[in-house]
T-cell receptor, first 115, second 120 residues
Framework: DADVTQTPRNRITKTGKRIMLECSQT?????MYWYRQDPGLGLRLIYY???????NKGEISDGYSVSRQAQAKFSLSLESAIPNQTALYFC??????????????FGPGTRLTVT | AQSVTQLDSQVPVFEEAPVELRCNYS??????LFWYVQYPNQGLQLLLK??????LVKGINGFEAEFNKSQTSFHLRKPSVHISDTAEYFC??????????????????FGQGTILTVHP
């Protein structure tokens, strides 16, 4: 089984709809991240969480919100979807602390289309 | 704030030829450096990372990268590519917390990506 899972894998929704993307991990990591990928722009950080009670905005948080329901679960919500939120969304996790490898482990991605 | 620039958006190359994917960064503090690969319709996978020590780091699938602090670069190289190396490659940096024993802030800043296409 995959260490980082995302649901749904593909979603088409209409402008104005609320949508939630979910991420679960079995790696036991405290840190979780949401990125969006757009062609030619790389990945940009939306929100990140260093533990259940610590949630922080990334560089492009406008129009998004998140919920850290447990150490293993981190959800991303679009309260009122708009077409320019059409993108590929990735969840990632990492360990923390001195001496660790700092690698981020990525989920398979959710392709979201807003019409 | 830090930034990452990948100098080539697309790199076409023939099979068994060498390849270099270029990455420059800017940061006011020390950083850790990473290269990730994204195969078609998949998530990102770590190729290699530089945290400290030898500036030449070796990764998976025969890739290597060299950290050049004076030129703030972290170029990725492979001496002989295969068709299966066709993918998008991302350079990324993570700031190191000052006076924290090398602990990273954790967040990654990515470059724009380089699409490597290997032709037969």
């Amino acid at each position: 089984d995959a260490d980082v899972t995302q649901t749904p894998r593909n979603r088409i929704t209409k402008t104005g709809k609320r949508i939630m993307l979910e991420c679960s991990q079995t790696k036991g990591h405290d840190r979780m991240y949401w990125y969006r990928q757009d062609p030619g722009l790389g990945l940009r950080l939306i929100y990140y969480s260093f533990d259940v009670k610590d949630i922080n905005k990334g560089e492009i948080s406008d129009g998004y919100s998140v919920s850290r329901q447990a150490q293993a679960k981190f959800s991303l919500s679009l309260e009122s979807a708009i077409p320019n939120q059409t993108a590929l969304y990735f969840c990632a996790t990492s360990d923390c602390g001195q001496g660790l490898d700092y690698e981020q482990y990525f989920g398979p991605g959710t392709r979201l289309t807003v019409t | 704030a830090q930034s990452v620039t990948q100098l080539d958006s697309q790199v076409p190359v023939f099979e068994e030829a060498p390849v270099e994917l270029r990455c420059n960064y800017s940061s006011s503090v020390s950083v850790y450096l990473f290269w990730y690969v994204q195969y078609p319709n998949q998530g990102l996978q770590l190729l290699l990372k530089y945290l400290s020590g030898s500036t030449l780091v070796k990764g998976i699938n025969g890739f290597e990268a060299e950290f050049n602090k004076s030129q703030t670069s972290f170029h990725l190289r492979k001496p002989s590519v295969h068709i299966s190396d066709t993918a998008e490659y991302f350079c990324a940096v993570s700031k190191v917390q000052p006076d924290a024993g090398g602990t990273s802030y954790g967040k990654l800043t990515f470059g724009q990506g380089t699409i490597l296409t290997v032709h037969p």
